[in-house]
C-alpha cells in the first residue's frame, strides 16, 4: 500500500490536474477536488500504517479520527457521486459554476488541505 | 406428517404436576430437536431486539432530524445496504444546500459516536429518476417523505 509520501505526491498530483480542467468540464473538478481529498486523508491514515478498504471505511475512520474535516471532506464526496451520476444540467443547477471553484474547491477542498498540512507539514 | 408413523415421532410424558418426560429411547433426538428450538427462538429473539435497536437508535435519530429540517428537505431513504450502510437525503433546493449539509454531518457523527458509521448524502431537488442513480426505492425504508398523510407523522 502507498505510503504517506506518496499519498501526498498523488494528492499533488491531482491538485494540479484540477487546475487544468476546463470550464466546460467543471464536474470534472469536483471529482479531481474529492480525490485530492481522498490522498490527503489516505496520507494521515499511512501516518499510522493503515489505510481504507473502501470509501465507507474511509468516511468512518474521518467519523472517529478527525471531526474537524468531516463537513468537508463529506461535501466534497457528495459533490463528487453528484457529478459522477447527476446528468450535467442537474449537476450544474445543483453547484452552479461560481460554487464549484468557489465552495467545493475554494472552501471544502482547501479545509482538508489546510487541516493535513496542520498534521503532517505542507510537504 | 401425514407419513410419519408413531415410530418417528418423539412421545413425551405429561404429569399432572407439569413435569414432562421423554421416553429413554427417544431421549437423544429430543435434545437434537429441543436445542434447535431453542436457537430458533433464540435468533428470533436475538433479531427482534436487534430490530428494536436499529429502530430506536439509528431510525428514531434521523427521523426527528428530518422532521426538524421539514422546510429543507423533500425525503429520507435507507435502502438495504450494499457493502456500507447508507442514508439518502432529498432537498428541496435544486442548488447543494451546504448549510443542511454541514448539520446532517453533525447528525452523521452523532450516529457515529453510537456505532452506527453510516454515510449520509444529500441530493439536491432532482427527477424522481435521477435518484435511481443512486438507490432503489425496492425494499429502501422511508424515514420521512413531505405531505406524508397525518397517521404517519409520528415516531418511527
Redesign the interface.
Known sequence: MPNRSQHRNKAKSNRDFLATISPDHLPWTAVAAFYTAVHLVESLRAAENDHSE????R??YV??NH?VI??AF??L???S??AR???NA?FH????DS?VID?IVGVWLVEVEKYVDGRLGST | MATATKRDVILLNYSESGQVTVQTKDEDRFVMTAQKAVEACQEHKRQSEAIKFFKQNFLTPIRRWCVAHSESIKGCYVPPPNGCLEVFVIGNAEVYDTKLSRELSELELTLADGGWHVSMMLIPDCPEETLRAYFSPDGAIEVYAESEPASQQGEV
Open positions: 473502501s470509501h465507507g471505511d468516511n468512518a467519523q472517529s471531526r468531516h463537513g463529506r461535501d464526496y457528495n459533490a457521486r453528484l451520476y447527476h446528468g442537474d443547477r445543483a453547484f452552479p460554487m465552495t
